[in-house]
């Protein structure tokens, strides 16, 4: 039997206009302390968010979850988040935020593989 690690999630949304909380899920992002492991996928469906707000920027909404990228990854490509410890980085990318990116909660699991988790979780609260 595989031994389960203790992992810790949340959901990357797009909040269009902050004042209404209305969101989309576009992303999930995935930390396990055990398997050092820090990702994050996401997808931007332009239709669904311009159906929130005509205004919206794509381009830059991409940039943006790019850098969440970026910053899991680790290194200097992750500028000085991606220098700092992996849990810091994940804490950092999770705070709460009152901007047009923002996560959900953190949310803590069980998992035996963190990236099969993480694709499960993605289509289960993002597709």
Known sequence: ????????????????????????????????????????????????LTAFSAALD???????????????AGGKVGGTIGNLPIASRFRWLTATRSTVVQTSPVHPGLCTDAEATLQHLFKQLVM
């Open 58 to 72: 794509v381009a830059e909404l991409q940039e943006r979850l790019h850098a969440f990228e970026q910053i899991c």
């Open 1 to 48: 039997m595989q031994e389960k690690h203790l992992f810790e999630y949340a959901v990357i949304r797009v909040v269009p206009c902050v004042e209404r909380e209305e969101f989309v899920n576009v992303g999930v992002i995935l930390y396990c302390a055990t398997g050092r492991f820090l990702k994050t996928v996401y997808h931007l469906d332009e239709t669904r």
